[in-house]
C-alpha cells in the first residue's frame, strides 16, 4: 500500500496519485513539470530515487523508470551515475538567447558581431538587386545552393581551414537553421549528445524539442575533457558530439592541438556522430599557423558549420554546412522537409560580398574591433586574458544565492543587460559561476561606459574583485 504522508515518507518530491488518470507516465510527467514550475521543485533538488518513488506511489518501478527517462530528454532533470536524478538549473526557464533591444539598456548579454559595419553591405545588396538573373534566385530550383555559391563557399571555407568537396556541401538558412537540420535528420528522440557542460543555449532549446538527452562533459584549460568522454562512450550509449572547438561558447576556449587529437581519436573509436560549430572563424582567417579543424582530423564522421553571421552579417542569413558522405541523404531530407530550400537571394549578396573582396573589408575591419573590444576589457578588469580572443569574455563571479534568472534581472533593473552561467548550463551548477560579457553589440563608447558600470555594480554587491585579490577557490 501506498504511504501518503510526509511524515511517514520524506521524500522531496510527492506526486498526488488521486490525480493520475491514464496514461499514468503522462499524468505523473505534468506534476513534475508543474512542481518545477511552481517552485516546489528547485534546481539542485535530488529526486527521489525510481524505486523510492515507485514504493511511494505503489506503482510499477518501469512506469517512474518512463517519466524519468522523458524528464531527462526533456532538459527538466539530469542523472549523475551513483548519486541520482536531479532538477536541472535551467528546467523552468527558456534559454534560447534572441535579441529584444531596448534602448535604456547597456546589452554586454546578446552576442552580435560589430553591426555598425553592415553599411558595407549596403551597395552590395543594391548591385544584387539589379542583376540581370534576378528572377532564377526567387525560384525552387537548387535547394542546396547553386554551383557558383558553392564554389565561392569551397575558396572561404579553405582560408579558414576546411577542404571540402562539392557534393559534400549545403547551404543553409544560417547556424541555428543548420544545427536544427542535423538534429533531425540524424537523431531520434531518446538518443543521447555530449557537449560541454555549458554549451549553446539555442542549442540546449532545439535538443530540448526533440527530445535528445544532453550528457555534459567538463573542460579544462586545453579543451573538453578527453578522459572524462571516455570513461563516458564505455559506460553509456552516445550518437554524437557537439563542440565548439575554436572560442567556445560561451567559456571563450580554444582546444590545443593535442586535446584535439585525443577528442578525434575518441570520437573516431566510438563512431560518434562530430558537429562542429565554427562560428568564429574568421577572427583567425590568415593565421600562419592555424590550428587544424576537429571536423578534418574525423572527417568521415563529421558535420562542420560554418556561420556567415558573425563574419558578415547576421540579418543575412546563411551559413555553410560540410556533410560527411554517409549522412548527407538524411541530412538533404531534412532541408527539404523543413526548409525547402534557402533563399538563394541572401546567399548571392554573400557570395557577391566573397568575390568583390567586401566580406575580406568587413572581417579585417571586426578583426581590428575585437581586439579594441578586448583592450576595452582589459583596462577596466585586469582579468587573466585567454590565449585567444573572440566576441565575449567569461568572468567569474562570487556566488550571491540568487538563480541566475534573478542576477540577471537584477542587472536589467541597474541598466545592463548580462547573461548569467546558469543559462549555458547542462547538467549539475558548479561552485564557480561566470558572467558571459559580450563585446561586440555596442559601440565602442558604449561598450566602455558600460563596462565601468558593469564593475561598479559588481564590487558594490560583493559579486568580484580584481584577479590579484582573489581567494583561492
Same mark, same amino acid.
Given at each position: 500500500?501506498?504511504?501518503?504522508?510526509?511524515?511517514?515518507?520524506?521524500?522531496?518530491?510527492?506526486?498526488?496519485?488521486?490525480?493520475?488518470?491514464?496514461?499514468?507516465?503522462?499524468?505523473?510527467?505534468?506534476?513534475?513539470?508543474?512542481?518545477?514550475?511552481?517552485?516546489?521543485?528547485?534546481?539542485?533538488?535530488?529526486?527521489?530515487?525510481?524505486?523510492?518513488?515507485?514504493?511511494?506511489?505503489?506503482?510499477?518501478?518501469?512506469?517512474?523508470?518512463?517519466?524519468?527517462?522523458?524528464?531527462?530528454?526533456?532538459?527538466?532533470?539530469?542523472?549523475?551515475?551513483?548519486?541520482?536524478?536531479?532538477?536541472?538549473?535551467?528546467?523552468?526557464?527558456?534559454?534560447?538567447?534572441?535579441?529584444?533591444?531596448?534602448?535604456?539598456?547597456?546589452?554586454?548579454?546578446?552576442?552580435?558581431?560589430?553591426?555598425?559595419?553592415?553599411?558595407?553591405?549596403?551597395?552590395?545588396?543594391?548591385?544584387?538587386?539589379?542583376?540581370?538573373?534576378?528572377?532564377?534566385?526567387?525560384?525552387?530550383?537548387?535547394?542546396?545552393?547553386?554551383?557558383?555559391?558553392?564554389?565561392?563557399?569551397?575558396?572561404?571555407?579553405?582560408?579558414?581551414?576546411?577542404?571540402?568537396?562539392?557534393?559534400?556541401?549545403?547551404?543553409?538558412?544560417?547556424?541555428?537553421?543548420?544545427?536544427?537540420?542535423?538534429?533531425?535528420?540524424?537523431?531520434?528522440?531518446?538518443?543521447?549528445?555530449?557537449?560541454?557542460?555549458?554549451?549553446?543555449?539555442?542549442?540546449?532549446?532545439?535538443?530540448?524539442?526533440?527530445?535528445?538527452?544532453?550528457?555534459?562533459?567538463?573542460?579544462?584549460?586545453?579543451?573538453?575533457? $578527453?578522459?572524462?568522454?571516455?570513461?563516458?562512450?564505455?559506460?553509456?550509449?552516445?550518437?554524437?558530439?557537439?563542440?565548439?572547438?575554436?572560442?567556445?561558447?560561451?567559456? &571563450?576556449?580554444?582546444?590545443?592541438?593535442?586535446?584535439?587529437?585525443?577528442?578525434?581519436?575518441?570520437?573516431?573509436?566510438?563512431?560518434?556522430?562530430?558537429?562542429?560549430?565554427?562560428?568564429?572563424?574568421?577572427?583567425?582567417?590568415?593565421?600562419?599557423?592555424?590550428?587544424?579543424?576537429?571536423?578534418?582530423?574525423?572527417?568521415?564522421?563529421?558535420?562542420?558549420?560554418?556561420?556567415?553571421?558573425?563574419?558578415?552579417?547576421?540579418?543575412?542569413?546563411? $551559413?555553410?554546412?560540410?556533410?560527411?558522405?554517409?549522412?548527407?541523404?538524411?541530412?538533404?531530407?531534412?532541408?527539404?522537409?523543413?526548409?525547402?530550400?534557402?533563399?538563394?537571394?541572401?546567399?548571392?549578396?554573400?557570395?557577391?560580398?566573397?568575390?568583390?573582396?567586401?566580406?575580406?573589408?568587413?572581417? &579585417?575591419?571586426?578583426?581590428?574591433?575585437?581586439?579594441? $573590444?578586448?583592450?576595452?576589457?582589459?583596462?577596466?578588469?585586469?582579468?587573466?586574458?585567454?590565449?585567444?580572443?573572440?566576441?565575449?569574455?567569461?568572468?567569474?563571479?562570487? @556566488?550571491?544565492?540568487?538563480?541566475? @534568472?534573478?542576477?540577471?534581472?537584477?542587472?536589467?533593473?541597474?541598466?545592463?543587460?548580462?547573461?548569467?552561467?546558469?543559462?549555458?548550463?547542462?547538467?549539475?551548477?558548479?561552485?564557480?559561476?561566470?558572467?558571459?560579457?559580450?563585446?561586440?553589440?555596442?559601440?565602442?563608447?558604449?561598450?566602455?561606459?558600460?563596462?565601468?558600470?558593469?564593475?561598479?555594480?559588481?564590487?558594490?554587491?560583493?559579486?568580484?574583485?580584481?584577479?590579484?585579490?582573489?581567494?583561492?577557490?
Amino acid at each position: 500500500m501506498p504511504i501518503n504522508s510526509f511524515e511517514d515518507y520524506p521524500l522531496t518530491w510527492q506526486p498526488d496519485r488521486s490525480q493520475l488518470s491514464r496514461p499514468i507516465y503522462r499524468a505523473l510527467l505534468k506534476q513534475l513539470v508543474d512542481a518545477i514550475n511552481n517552485g516546489t521543485l528547485l534546481p539542485g533538488t535530488k529526486l527521489p530515487s525510481q524505486r523510492e518513488l515507485a514504493d511511494y506511489l505503489d506503482l510499477n518501478f518501469t512506469t517512474i523508470t518512463r517519466v524519468y527517462k522523458l524528464s531527462q530528454e526533456q532538459g527538466l532533470t539530469y542523472g549523475i551515475t551513483g548519486k541520482g536524478t536531479f532538477i536541472a538549473q535551467n528546467a523552468s526557464t527558456k534559454v534560447t538567447i534572441s535579441l529584444n533591444r531596448q534602448p535604456e539598456l547597456t546589452e554586454l548579454g546578446f552576442l552580435a558581431s560589430f553591426e555598425s559595419t553592415n553599411q558595407l553591405m549596403e551597395k552590395v545588396t543594391q548591385q544584387v538587386l539589379h542583376e540581370a538573373h534576378l528572377a532564377r534566385l526567387l525560384t525552387y530550383a537548387e535547394p542546396t545552393g547553386t554551383l557558383t555559391h558553392k564554389r565561392v563557399a569551397l575558396t572561404y571555407l579553405k582560408r579558414v581551414g576546411v577542404s571540402a568537396s562539392l557534393d559534400q556541401l549545403v547551404v543553409t538558412s544560417g547556424g541555428q537553421n543548420a544545427l536544427a537540420l542535423i538534429i533531425f535528420g540524424l537523431f531520434e528522440p531518446g538518443d543521447r549528445l555530449a557537449v560541454d557542460s555549458f554549451t549553446y543555449t539555442n542549442l540546449i532549446e532545439v535538443a530540448k524539442m526533440h527530445h535528445l538527452q544532453l550528457v555534459p562533459i567538463p573542460s579544462d584549460s586545453e579543451g573538453l575533457s $578527453a578522459e572524462t568522454l571516455a570513461e563516458i562512450c564505455a559506460t553509456q550509449t552516445i550518437k554524437g558530439i557537439y563542440l565548439i572547438p575554436d572560442f567556445s561558447n560561451p567559456r &571563450g576556449l580554444t582546444y590545443t592541438e593535442a586535446r584535439r587529437r585525443q577528442l578525434a581519436e575518441i570520437i573516431r573509436q566510438h563512431g560518434l556522430i562530430l558537429i562542429e560549430d565554427d562560428y568564429q572563424s574568421f577572427i583567425t582567417i590568415n593565421q600562419s599557423q592555424p590550428l587544424p579543424k576537429l571536423s578534418q582530423l574525423v572527417p568521415e564522421q563529421a558535420l562542420y558549420v560554418c556561420s556567415m553571421s558573425k563574419p558578415l552579417s547576421s540579418g543575412l542569413r546563411v $551559413a555553410y554546412l560540410v556533410v560527411a558522405a554517409q549522412y548527407q541523404q538524411a541530412l538533404q531530407r531534412a532541408l527539404f522537409n523543413i526548409n525547402v530550400k534557402t533563399s538563394a537571394l541572401d546567399v548571392e549578396v554573400i557570395t557577391q560580398a566573397l568575390l568583390s573582396g567586401v566580406a575580406y573589408q568587413m572581417i &579585417g575591419q571586426k578583426q581590428r574591433l575585437v581586439k579594441l $573590444a578586448n583592450q576595452q576589457f582589459d583596462q577596466v578588469f585586469h582579468e587573466p586574458a585567454p590565449a585567444t580572443l573572440g566576441l565575449f569574455r567569461w568572468l567569474p563571479i562570487n @556566488d550571491c544565492g540568487l538563480s541566475g @534568472d534573478a542576477l540577471e534581472q537584477r542587472f536589467r533593473d541597474a541598466g545592463i543587460s548580462i547573461f548569467h552561467s546558469d543559462r549555458f548550463l547542462v547538467g549539475p551548477r558548479p561552485a564557480q559561476t561566470y558572467l558571459r560579457i559580450s563585446l561586440a553589440s555596442e559601440p565602442m563608447p558604449k561598450l566602455t561606459a558600460g563596462l565601468v558600470r558593469l564593475k561598479e555594480l559588481l564590487v558594490d554587491w560583493g559579486l568580484w574583485q580584481p584577479a590579484e585579490t582573489r581567494t583561492q577557490r
